[in-house]
């Protein structure tokens, strides 16, 4: 098919339905979302704020956690608003090029979000079998270049799927039965062959995904078999108790995602649509919503720094744990 016909028969923009067979619950189903994305934004950023202005704080764990806030805070902002305009006032309408900007900005920063998981176990399999290297191993820089490289690769991998996108024809018309613009949703709007689209994007999945979850799964191999080895038990409790937060957001993210990932690909109709719609949005919202709370309550430093400055006192730290 020539450029020219294709480009006839691409849509000035798109209409996203929302969640399908609920139109009329919409009002209601936005209620617990627009809660959620409060609490993402002013935790995330609560969490920001408090690591960055707060030296007891300046250490690889809490560098990484301020990273993971800010790809939450920034993912779910990507989504929701639009979202919430569908729900409350029936804006519907997103433009093409717009459309494929969320999508590319929705897979980056998911993309990105695993990657931090997998630096935040590293960082914690670092901390408890070398300790007395832990400083010297992960200075400022290699936490920075390891940031920096894991935003590369959510570009890199991304970036194709706005031109796999883009190439194709789009007769069926411009509806899309979801609350945002993902991959596999858009392209099969499309009256052309999205095969291609398909199986880039489970290679994306596969090169991002499961090589994080391989990761993640070596370093906790290595975090048991060093506390195994530890002769105390209350070492064994401290050790183990600095990973709570971690495995807790690690459940969190990608539970919802694993589900999403599945039921779109080989669920076909033994899912509900609109339970496939709203497991996507959360797998977008609750790791936002959650982390903060999460951290905020099993994280003693943080837990102590939350509770002071809301009782406006001087944030002074006890031990570190």
Known sequence: MSGANISSMTPGF????????????HIWISLPFCFMYIIAVVGNCGLIYLIGHEEALHHPMYYFLALLSFTDVTLCTTTVPNMLCIFWFNLKEIDFNGCLAQMFFVHTLTGMESGVLMLMALDRSVAICYPLRYATILTSAVIAKAGLATLLR??????????????????RGNFIPHTYCDHMSVAKVSCGNFRVNAIYGLMVALLIGV??????????????????????TDAHHKAFSTCTSHI???VITYVPALFTFFTHRFGGHSVPHHIHIIVANLYLLLPPTMNPIVYGIKTKLIHEGVIKFLLG????????T
Do not use: H, W
Not at 14 to 25: D, H, K, R, S, Y
Not at 154 to 171: A, D, N, S
Not at 213 to 229: E, G, N
């Open 14 to 25: 798109f209409i996203l339905n929302g969640v399908p067979g609920l139109e009329t619950a």
């Open 248 to 250: 807790c957001a690690i």
């Open 154 to 171: 959510g570009v890199m991998l991304i970036f194709p799927f706005t031109f796999l996108t883009k190439r194709l024809p789009y007769c």
């Open 211 to 232: 090589f994080d979850m391989c990761c993640i799964a070596v370093s906790y191999t290595m975090i048991l078999r060093a506390v195994v080895s530890l002769s105390s």
């Open 313 to 320: 006192e001087k944030v002074v730290f006890t031990q570190d």
